[in-house]
């Protein structure tokens, strides 16, 4: 049997989608995501949530599109889930942990979810 935690952050931040016309219109979200991790060895909560925030604090309050990692990249819901787990996972692989599932929201209504 199988056993994981789930992790609920939430995330301020701002994008514009690329257009074949131009640069869509600016707006804001207030992300939500759930985190399910498989936890290794007996590990402390809240060095988790600190591996999490270090990817997630540098976006926060930010315009998704001036940040590097979306320069080429369209800051869609999906292109952001696709970024915020593979960041992610890199921090849990270091604490001998996986991420198994993200969801991301930038509704109360509209989720993009990966799981490996």
């Known amino acids: ?13 701002s994008h514009a989608i690329k257009w074949k016309e131009g640069l869509g219109e600016a ?5 939500e995501l ?6 290794g060895e ?3 909560f809240n060095e988790v949530e600190d591996q999490i925030h270090q990817v997630l604090d540098p976006l926060e309050g930010q315009f998704l599109n001036d940040l590097p990692a979306f320069k080429e990249i369209n800051p869609t819901l999906e292109k952001l889930t696709y970024y915020l787990f593979e960041q992610i996972n890199q921090g849990m692989v270091a ?12 509704s109360p209504t509209r989720y993009f979810c990966l799981q490996k």
């Open 27 to 31: 707006h804001p979200h207030t992300y």
């Open 34 to 39: 759930i985190c399910e991790v498989e936890l």
């Open 42 to 44: 007996f590990l402390k």
């Open 1 to 13: 049997m199988k056993s994981s935690y789930k992790f609920k952050f939430f995330l301020n931040a």
């Open 95 to 106: 604490l001998n942990c996986e991420l198994l599932r993200i969801e991301v929201g930038e």
